[in-house]
């Protein structure tokens, strides 16, 4: 992993409003990110779907409805799981092999369930907490404090201050010679050299 590099997630997509303007912005910025989308919601605004492609970004699949694995049983979880694939790779032409759980919270027979179905389930190393709503200015404090190499940074696409906070913290990113990019890109990049 390149200690200059750090990964955008965004979560939750696709929203009818949000979506586009987050599109524009990451185009704008030529920032290739991760988007882990809820397979019901693909199925309801497909042309976001296509969109997210034709920009190139990564998709990951985020469960059909965003409840939580702990709650449902293996059974469940494997339908949502396959539901939301399929419709991903309906829609993108595209195997789908990332996950991240709503919420984040596995267990061990449900990491092997995933395993199992060949997902690799990603996390984040960084929760600035969007969803609180925080002011731009707070959230962009959030980000720079917790800033670090190699980073997987946790977003949501329908959440108006990240979209206002995020071309502020792309500057201060890039200000220190990092790059930002999705999370294969982060995994692909090469390892630091670490000298004695
Ligand atoms: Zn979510």
Redesign the pocket.
Known sequence: MSSKTIALTF??LPHPLYTPLLLDLLHREGVRATLFVIGRNALAYPYFVRDMVLEGHELGN?SYT?QRFLTLNLATIQGEVLRTNAVLQRLSGQSIHLIRP?GGRLNSSISRELRDLGMDVVFWTDDPGDYLRFKPETLEARLETRFKPGAIVLLHDNVPETLETLPQFLRYVRARGFSVGSVSALFASPAPVHKP
């Open positions: 979560d939750d985020h965003h709503p």
